[in-house]
């Protein structure tokens, strides 16, 4: 007996689909555009992300690599600064009689949790803050009164923050007077990083209506000097008395073995070119990515 087929049968069991070729086309397909897509992405990113890519595309040596501060807070400790400072927590500080005053300082508000070399000393991001520290030791050599810059490109990458732990690690570790100049006029944090109230600071010094005795503050907890940005609002029409800023950047250099300058972001404020001309040493604080 012969078997009979009909035409319609046929037709459809011709088109069926290769299921095997179509899994591997599939599959070819799919890494081509995970492959591409992945290396387009890395391609049109902008940042940096390891230090041998700062190294090798700026030409500048890396100080040190810091961690993100969450690494080093403990589960209790992950509140972020404003909400600390909003808190009002105070603590109990010995009062200091500083240069030109007569009376003892009151309690401050707490130190904001991004001064990690303080509060958890013994973290990995504390230990590339000293190991930052000694480079700039290094590379200052014996010379006295080293002015150091802090700078960035843009705001939010960490400067005041680096500036704070920086100046901590050289007055606390390495045992060297230091002063902080919070320089940058337009948007000042370093009274909120540390507690301090706002008193007169770098904007009446360059003004002439206070002298730098009469601004300069000591942190006892910090153990560090401190000049805030002041309380005039001025924006940073202060900086561009030239003169008078180089007059009291020399002035800090004959009191101070460190001078930590923290600047404006270097895109943002043109005065920022003022101060970076005036330090011997300019650290640019890049964020990842």
């Given at each position: 007996s012969t078997p009979l087929y009909s035409s319609a049968a046929s037709d459809v069991y011709?088109?069926?689909p290769n299921l095997i070729l179509v899994m591997f086309g599939g599959l070819a397909v799919g890494c081509a555009l995970g492959f591409g897509g992945a290396?387009?992405?890395?391609?049109?990113?902008r940042g940096y992300v390891s230090a041998e890519e700062i190294e090798m595309t700026l030409g500048l040596p890396v100080l040190a690599v810091i961690s993100q501060f969450e690494s080093a807070w403990p589960g209790t400790a992950e509140a972020p600064a404003w909400e600390s400072r909003r808190q009002n927590r105070l603590l109990a500080m010995p009062g200091f009689m500083g240069e030109g005053s007569s009376v003892p300082k009151e309690p401050q508000v707490a130190v904001?949790?991004?001064?990690?070399?303080?509060?958890?000393?013994r973290s990995a991001v504390a230990e590339q803050y000293r190991v930052a520290a000694t480079r700039l030791g290094l590379i200052a050599g014996k010379q006295?009164?080293?002015?150091?810059?802090?700078?960035?490109?843009?705001?939010?990458?960490?400067?005041?923050s680096t500036s704070l732990n920086m100046a901590y690690v050289l007055s606390r570790?390495?045992?060297?007077?230091?002063v902080l100049v919070d320089c940058d006029l337009k948007r000042p944090t370093v009274r909120a990083?540390?507690?301090m109230e706002s008193t007169a600071g770098l904007?009446?010094?360059?003004?002439?209506h206070k002298t730098l005795d009469e601004c300069l503050e000591y942190h006892e907890q910090l153990g560090i000097w401190v000049l805030s940005a002041g309380i005039e609002v001025t924006g940073t029409t202060a900086l561009t008395h030239v003169d008078r800023l180089s007059e009291l950047i020399q002035g800090l250099r004959e009191k101070f073995e460190y001078v930590v300058l923290d600047s404006p972001p270097l895109l943002a404020v043109a005065e920022t070119l003022l101060i970076v001309r005036m330090a011997d040493v300019v650290v640019h604080v890049i964020r990842a990515r």
């Open positions: 011709k088109r069926q290396f387009g992405i890395e391609v049109m990113r904001a949790p991004e001064l990690v070399a303080m509060w958890y000393p006295k009164g080293t002015v150091i810059c802090m700078s960035s490109a843009l705001m939010g990458e960490g400067k005041t570790d390495l045992n060297r007077k230091t990083y540390t507690g904007t009446e010094v360059l003004l002439g």
